[in-house]
């Protein structure tokens, strides 16, 4: 079945600087990679998805690569601020109709002013 | 751009009792929505899959008969916790999707706990 991994160590980082979290999976590239924002006790918003025949996407401060040889995606928030702090999650899906995400771990990031 | 809304965001209820949390698509229908459990500093673990007037699909290692899923509209999913105990205090997340690739919405959240 398929593994997503992502580094369960928080992020803290200086306001201003890039934070940069990484996604690898295991198995078989799907069809579409997305990221989402979770802040405690709240559900996951949706932020940037990025299909299998895609390089890179981009969103105001947020950037996402997606490289299916290594199995990876990196996630870029660019000039940092205090209220990106959060936990970031890493999920794939595999396209179908109906389909089903299946969720990273998540890692936590801590913009510092 | 599609919302969906969950209630309650939070219940309270005694150890044997059942509880309904429900989830719906507000502007837009929905045959398919999915119900996701998340435990403290874990991440989302997908619980079962909710289809319009049909049986849900369960996760392995899902009771079905202890997490009953209703959909019986295109904008109403519902989640019974049957018989509840301390252990499923849980945040309980569903979610619904636009076809096409244009991410997966999630209601807020209901945080149950069991005492």
């Known amino acids: 079945s398929q593994k997503i991994e992502q580094n369960s160590e928080a992020l803290n980082i200086q306001e201003g600087k890039t934070a940069t979290l990484t996604c690898n999976y295991t198995?078989?590239?799907?069809?579409?990679l997305q990221w989402y924002r979770q802040d405690p006790g709240r559900g996951p918003v949706f932020l940037l998805l990025?299909?299998?025949?895609?390089k890179e996407k981009r969103k105001e401060r947020l950037k996402v690569t997606f490289d299916t040889t290594l199995k990876q995606s990196l996630f870029h928030i660019t000039a940092s601020q205090p209220a990106d702090s959060a936990t970031y999650l890493c999920?794939?899906?595999?396209?179908?109709?109906?389909?089903?995400?299946?969720f990273g771990g998540g890692t936590r990031v801590l913009v510092k002013p | 751009g599609a919302v969906v809304s969950q209630h309650p965001s939070w219940v309270i209820c005694k150890s044997g009792t059942s509880v309904k949390i429900e989830c719906r698509s507000l502007?837009?229908?929905?045959?398919?929505m999915f119900w996701y459990r998340q435990f403290p500093k874990q991440s989302l673990m997908l619980m079962a899959t909710s289809n319009e007037g049909s049986k849900a699909t369960y996760e392995q290692g899902v009771e079905k008969d202890k997490f009953l899923i209703n959909h019986a509209s295109l904008t109403l999913s519902t989640l019974t916790v049957t018989s509840a105990h301390p252990e499923d205090s849980s945040f309980y997340i569903c979610?619904?999707?636009?076809?096409?690739?244009?991410?997966?919405?999630f209601g807020s959240g209901t945080r149950l706990t069991v005492v």
């Open positions: 979610s619904a999707s636009l076809a096409g690739g244009y991410g997966y919405t």
């Open positions: 198995n078989y590239s799907p069809a579409y």
């Open positions: 999920a794939l899906d595999m396209g179908a109709a109906g389909n089903k995400l299946t």
């Open positions: 502007d837009f229908q929905a045959t398919t």
């Open positions: 990025i299909r299998e025949n895609e």
